[in-house]
């Protein structure tokens, strides 16, 4: 069992990786904020799962519910830094479906709804979740 702690837990990344984790995580926690609590300007759950049904997600509620609190909870855990790769993990796939179902038809550029800002998070998440949540982490911590 302790190999399979090291092996979730465990970090050889340094504090750059750190500081990468945590401003990652901030944008996550408040993306799943608006699109669960309506904060920041979002829709709120309501709001996130008609959207969701109009570009053929469905059940609506499920996928905004599943939408938001895999970015919500999953940015705060990259905050923490506790569970960063599962977190890490379950943003990239989030991250995916995000740049397949809404973004990669208008080219990469942001000015055009494209992909380039789900892409450079993707980019932070697979960081993540390839070196672990860094110096500064409680993954770290109880790894060690």
Same mark, same amino acid.
């Given at each position: 069992?302790?190999?399979?702690?090291?092996?979730?837990?465990?970090?050889?990344?340094?504090?750059?990786?750190?500081?990468?984790?945590?401003?990652?995580?901030?944008?996550?926690?408040?993306?799943?904020?608006?699109?669960?609590?309506?904060?920041?300007?979002?829709?709120?759950?309501?709001?996130?799962?008609?959207?969701?049904?109009?570009?053929?997600? %469905?059940?609506?509620? #499920?996928?905004?519910?599943? !939408?938001?609190?895999? @970015?919500?909870? *999953?940015? /705060?855990? +990259?905050?923490?830094?506790?569970?960063?790769?599962?977190?890490?993990?379950?943003?990239?796939?989030?991250?995916?479906?995000?740049?397949?179902?809404?973004?990669?038809?208008?080219?990469?550029?942001?000015?055009?709804?494209?992909?380039?800002? %789900?892409?450079?998070? #993707?980019?932070?998440?697979? !960081?993540?979740?390839? @070196?672990?949540? *860094?110096? /500064?982490? +409680?993954?770290?911590?109880?790894?060690?």
């Amino acid at each position: 069992m302790s190999k399979l702690i090291h092996t979730v837990l465990g970090s050889r990344a340094g504090y750059g990786l750190t500081v990468l984790r945590i401003f990652v995580g901030i944008i996550f926690a408040a993306h799943g904020s608006q699109k669960l609590f309506g904060w920041f300007g979002g829709g709120g759950l309501a709001g996130t799962a008609q959207w969701m049904e109009s570009i053929g997600l %469905a059940p609506g509620t #499920l996928m905004a519910a599943m !939408a938001g609190g895999t @970015e919500f909870l *999953g940015g /705060l855990a +990259l905050i923490v830094g506790l569970l960063a790769r599962p977190a890490a993990l379950g943003l990239s796939f989030t991250l995916l479906v995000a740049i397949f179902s809404v973004h990669i038809h208008n080219g990469l550029f942001m000015a055009n709804n494209g992909y380039e800002f %789900a892409l450079a998070l #993707l980019g932070g998440t697979v !960081a993540v979740l390839f @070196e672990g949540a *860094g110096k /500064l982490s +409680l993954d770290r911590a109880i790894a060690d």
